[in-house]
Nanobody, 125 residues
Framework: LQLVESGGDLVQVGGSLRLSCAVSGDTFDYKVVGWFRQAPGKEREKISCMSTLYKRTNSVDSVKGRFTISTDDRKETMYLYMTDLRPEDTGVYYC???????????????????WGQGTQVTVSS
């Protein structure tokens, strides 16, 4: 799979941003797609993931109500719509994909084999 993110930018506190990730190289069906971020000096953390087949989503508590993951199956693209952005949301955002399979933690980064190159999001106060 090839994944290419776009949409990262500098935004003010409280602003909104939509990240996109175009997926190619294999069928978009039967996949779990996810968004992760890495803040400066910190480990990469999961944000949200979604099954392209069942449309079930999982998100971490810190972004619930603010971030929404979605997919456009026809375009084979995934999105992360972010609202009410905070300085702690600053980081490099990565999209990733894996084959559909049941897992205790469906968003665990160790399960994902294919990753994008990352896109920078900076939230200024």
């Amino acid at each position: 799979l090839q994944l290419v993110e776009s949409g990262g930018d500098l935004v003010q506190v409280g602003g909104s941003l939509r990240l996109s990730c175009a997926v190619s190289g294999d069928t978009f069906d039967y996949k779990v797609v996810g968004w992760f971020r890495q803040a400066p000096g910190k480990e990469r953390e999961k944000i949200s993931c979604m099954s392209t087949l069942y449309k079930r989503t999982n998100s971490v508590d810190s972004v619930k109500g603010r971030f929404t993951i979605s997919t456009d199956d026809r375009k084979e693209t995934m999105y992360l719509y972010m609202t009410d952005l905070r300085p702690e949301d600053t980081g490099v955002y990565y999209c990733a994909a894996r084959a559909e399979a049941t897992a205790p933690d469906p968003c665990a980064s160790s399960l994902f084999l294919d990753w994008g190159q990352g896109t920078q999001v900076t939230v200024s106060s």
